[in-house]
């Protein structure tokens, strides 16, 4: 097997991410992974790739090489998207066979549930940020008003002066 392929096997297996799903999550076909695998085979570089463009915590100077962390720290990742991945999913779901479009609906349910609990926790916090936003508008809306009423009174009083110091 290539050292290459034994790493994304190492990383698939601290992710605790099958090969079937990985296949899946980088839109190759089945197989395509656990065959190089289990024949100890190279990937194509079209594989790899597409793996390292959604797996973007591996640490690719690691996969190529061996040197290095496997997995980036948080700041040096551009954390792939679930929203990326269901997609590539569903848009490939039809181009699965019928037993594995089971499989991924199994998947898919896992996802939609993590992901809408997510924007339940999204919809909270974001209601509360809007809250506090519309709170502060309506505060600075309150003292321009202010600022404005005092702004009137001041000409008001200027234009008195003036007015006072032509009769005068």
Same mark, same amino acid.
């Given at each position: ?6 790493? /994304? ?6 992710? *605790? ?14 197989? &395509? ?5 289990? !024949? ?10 597409? @793996? ?6 591996? *640490?690719?100077?690691? %996969? ?8 980036? %720290? ?11 991945? /269901? ?5 490939? @779901? @039809?181009? @699965?066979?019928?037993? #594995?479009?089971?499989?991924? #609906?199994?998947?898919?349910?896992? =996802?939609?549930? &993590? ?6 926790? /999204?919809?909270?916090?974001?209601? =509360?940020?809007? +809250? #506090?936003?519309?709170? !502060? ?5 309150? +003292?321009?008003?202010?600022? %404005? ?7 008001? /009083?200027?234009? #008195?002066?003036?007015?006072?110091? &032509?009769?005068?």
């Amino acid at each position: 097997m290539s050292l290459i392929t034994q790493r /994304l096997k190492r990383y698939l297996e601290n992710k *605790n991410i099958s090969i079937n799903k990985a296949e899946l999550y980088i839109g190759i076909s089945r197989g &395509t992974l656990s065959k190089a695998l289990r !024949n100890k085979k190279s990937i194509s570089t079209d594989t790899l790739e597409k @793996f390292l463009r959604q797996f973007k915590d591996i *640490n690719p100077v690691w %996969l190529l090489t061996g040197k290095g962390k496997m997995i980036l %720290l948080d700041k040096e990742v551009s954390k792939p998207s679930q929203d990326i991945m /269901l997609e590539k999913i569903i848009m490939n @779901f @039809f181009s @699965f066979p019928i037993e #594995k479009q089971s499989e991924i #609906k199994n998947v898919l349910s896992k =996802h939609l549930v &993590t992901i809408i609990n997510e924007l339940n926790l /999204l919809d909270l916090v974001s209601q =509360h940020d809007i +809250d #506090k936003d519309v709170e !502060n508008y309506t505060k600075q809306l309150k +003292d321009a008003q202010v600022l %404005l009423q005092k702004d009137r009174e001041i000409e008001a /009083l200027q234009n #008195k002066i003036k007015e006072l110091e &032509t009769n005068n």
